[in-house]
Structures are given as structure tokens and as C-alpha cells.
């Protein structure tokens, strides 16, 4: 196998990590990656080997394969030829690694953000209170527990009778 | 304190392997019999749940199987798609048919608590990567719960013909929800070691929490508990099908990689 001569600046972590946080969540476009908490380490090795970690959302997320591809492309085009992907699930990922800036785009998205999600019970039957995304209401209703992506809910909102998806609490 | 794959004893490696199995098993059949609702549901939102459910439950056996690949199994696609049913470990409770909506919240509801109750245990395990994705997986099972716990009160204290079909649903299903605390070969062994959960103690609590539920809240009747069990070799009918349709894509394709 041959390999390029490695431009020493793409072999800092700090700019193997700008370039990932310009990769969108497949399913919130709205957000990176990196906003969602989805990397968890990035090392440079001293043959020059990058290997990024990083966390499942959902263990059964679809979008899982298309993320750990668009990671490796990601680090290719920096012009790095070693690229190793890793996956881990320890700590497990939480709606609480969403940085504030992202929760703020997801709003304006019409996404509800995910509340704080505390360590709770673990049978607990009601949900955690949401703001409707468009008024800011608390008067809202969820209308399906389960939305079109695993991390998200069905809501109606009771006060501008606006329908909106929420972050789920995790 | 945790500790690493090397600290597994052979024999703890064949029952451990087993139990993953068993495991997976298990989730895979009750996503194929959810993912049959899938365009047939009562109402969209429904639809979406079910299959939301049947992908949480594939994720959770993609995890098992993963670990058990790590241990010496199979790749999990060949467990999943090419073994029949003499093979298969899963328990009956999550192979009858899919019968009504009634049938499928409370089959859901006993399988649901009673994986979020043994997962919730095993985030203790001394076995760290099992306890990891048990701390993943039980995040997941969450929602389940809820969601499946609001649909059998919403159905046993609906209407007359809807608590009908939930107490029929209940009596048909009973007999079977207790092979889901049948521990495989080796099992015991595990518990003492502390990898495995206590699966009397999950099961204590599960009974507790499902009687509470169905029964001082929803007002359903649990029928007596059957004496003897079956074990998971033993399957019923409906499983060959089941899993000739589930499989036919791999098996008409062997050499496909993506699919």
C-alpha cells in the first residue's frame, strides 16, 4: 500500500475535529455530529494513524453505517491515509452531551430539545415536560410516543394548535 | 469492579455465548412479529411505534450478538438468517402469531418489563462488556415500557369488547411469559460469578411490577401459572414459517454483502 506524504497540519486532533463537526446528523441535518456528542475522542498516532471514537445514539439507529462512513471520509479528506473508526458504548450516549448551540438550531428546526434527563426511574410512566419548539408553550400534548427517527416524539401544541417533533429525554 | 474476556473460564464462555443467544433470539422474533404490523396497525402512529419498537429490539440483539462474536460465535447476520428453527432458542411467548392489538401491547408489556427489569440488573454485571450494553440497551427498553404500559390500560379499561380481548390476550399469553425466566445450561454458574443477573430476583420483581399493573391498575385477571415448562428447544408451529419469511432475502442471496 502506498501512501501520501502526510501534511503535518491535518495530523492535529483539533483539525481532525473541525472537520468532523462539518458532518450533519443523516436524519437532523440541522445539527453535526459533533454537536450531538457522537465523537468521543480523536487521537493522532505517531505513524500518523488517526483513530476517531465514537458513540451510537440508538443502538438500533439506521443511520449508524452511513455516520461511521461519512467519519472515515471525513479524515481521508484531510489527506490522512490511516483511518481507523471505533465505535463504544461506555458512558452511553445522552441527550445531555448536546451542546447548547445545537439545542437553539433544533428549536428553530421545529424540534423540541431534549430536557435534562436526570437519573430517573426507571418505570416511569409520564414523560418529561416539553416547550412547544414555535410559542415556547408548555401546554402540549404528546400525540405519539415514538416519532419518525428513534430519537424523537409526536407533540401538539395546545396554545398556537401547532404539531411538533421532540427530542426524547435519554 | 469489572472484569475483562480474559477472566472467563471456558465453560463460563460456552454458557455465556449461550445465553447471548437466547437473548438475541428472542428480540428477533418479537421485531419480525411487531414488524408485521407495519402498514396494518390500527392508526399511523401505531405503525411507527411498532417498527420504532422492532429496530430498538434488533439494535439490542445486534449488541448480544456482537458480544457473542467476541466470545467465538458466529458473524451475527449468519446467526440471525441461517439457522432453522430446531436451532432457534427463543421462547414461545415471542413467536405465536401476532393476532390482534390487544395481543400485541400485552405480549409486548410481559416481554417489555421483563427485559427492561434483567437489563436494569445486568448494568451490574462484573462481565464489563455485557454491563455496557446493558446500560445502553435499558435507555431504550424505557420507552417501551411506557408506551406499551399506557396502550394495555387504555385497552383493559377501554370498552367492554376491548377488555374482553385484552383478558383473552392475558390468558392466552400467561403460560408462556414464564419461560422467559428459564436460565440455559451453565447459567447458575454465571450468577455466582456475578456476570449474569439473578434471574429469580428479576423474576420476583417482574412479578411484582406486572401484577401491580394488570392487575390493581387495569383490572385484569392473571391466570394460574403453569407448572412446568418446556424449554426453548421446543417450539411451537408457527415459528418455521415465521422465519422462512424473515429469511428468504438471505437465503435467496447468500453472497450478498449490503443489503
Wanted: hydrophobic share 40%.
Amino acid at each position: 500500500m502506498e501512501y501520501s506524504t502526510p501534511s503535518p497540519i491535518n495530523h492535529q486532533p483539533s483539525t481532525v475535529w473541525a472537520a468532523l463537526a462539518q458532518i450533519p446528523d443523516p436524519e437532523i441535518p440541522v445539527v453535526s455530529i459533533t454537536d450531538m456528542g457522537m465523537v468521543r475522542d480523536v487521537t493522532v498516532g505517531d505513524a500518523g494513524r488517526v483513530t476517531v471514537t465514537f458513540t451510537p445514539t440508538f443502538s438500533g439507529c439506521p443511520a449508524l453505517h452511513v455516520i461511521r462512513d461519512s467519519i472515515e471520509q471525513a479524515v481521508r479528506d484531510l489527506g490522512v491515509t490511516d483511518v481507523e473508526v471505533r465505535s463504544t458504548l461506555t458512558p452511553p450516549w445522552t441527550t445531555d452531551w448536546i451542546n447548547d448551540d445545537a439545542r437553539e438550531r433544533l428549536r428553530q428546526y421545529g424540534i423540541a430539545p431534549p430536557a435534562p434527563t436526570g437519573e430517573g426511574q426507571l418505570i416511569q410512566l409520564d414523560a418529561e415536560p416539553t416547550r412547544c419548539p414555535r410559542c415556547g408553550s408548555l401546554n402540549v400534548r404528546m400525540t405519539a410516543s415514538f416519532g419518525p427517527t428513534l430519537c424523537k416524539r409526536m407533540y401538539v401544541c395546545d396554545t398556537c394548535r401547532e404539531p411538533f417533533e421532540g427530542f426524547k429525554s435519554v | 469492579m469489572t472484569t475483562g474476556i480474559q477472566a472467563l473460564t471456558d465453560t463460563q464462555t460456552q454458557a455465556l455465548l449461550l445465553k447471548l443467544t437466547v437473548l438475541a433470539d428472542d428480540e428477533i422474533i418479537l421485531a419480525h412479529r411487531d414488524g408485521e404490523w407495519t402498514g396494518h396497525a390500527p392508526i399511523l402512529e401505531e405503525d411507527i411505534a411498532l417498527a420504532n419498537i422492532a429496530q430498538d429490539e434488533l439494535g439490542h440483539a445486534g449488541l448480544y450478538l456482537s458480544l457473542a462474536q467476541t466470545l467465538g460465535g458466529s458473524d451475527p447476520d449468519r446467526v440471525a438468517f441461517w439457522r432453522g428453527p430446531d436451532d432457534y432458542r427463543n421462547t414461545r411467548l415471542v413467536e405465536l402469531p401476532k393476532g390482534d392489538w390487544a395481543f400485541t401491547m400485552v405480549r409486548q408489556f410481559l416481554y417489555d418489563t421483563a427485559e427492561a427489569l434483567w437489563l436494569e440488573a445486568a448494568t451490574r454485571s462484573t462481565y464489563a462488556p455485557l454491563a455496557e450494553i446493558a446500560a445502553k440497551a435499558v435507555r431504550e427498553e424505557k420507552f417501551h415500557v411506557q408506551h406499551t404500559a399506557l396502550w394495555v390500560e387504555r385497552l383493559a379499561l377501554g370498552t367492554p369488547e376491548s377488555e374482553r380481548r385484552t383478558q383473552a390476550a392475558l390468558t392466552e399469553l400467561w403460560p408462556h411469559a414464564a419461560q422467559l425466566f428459564q436460565p440455559v445450561e451453565g447459567e447458575d454458574e454465571l450468577t455466582a460469578a456475578g456476570i449474569l443477573p439473578d434471574l429469580n430476583a428479576v423474576h420476583a420483581r417482574w412479578t411484582d411490577l406486572i401484577t401491580r399493573h394488570l392487575v390493581d391498575k387495569c383490572g385484569l385477571t392473571l391466570p394460574d401459572a403453569p407448572t412446568t415448562q418446556p424449554g426453548r428447544d421446543t417450539h411451537t408451529h408457527h415459528l418455521a414459517p415465521l422465519l422462512e419469511e424473515m429469511q428468504s432475502v438471505a437465503r435467496q442471496h447468500p453472497d450478498a454483502e449490503v443489503w
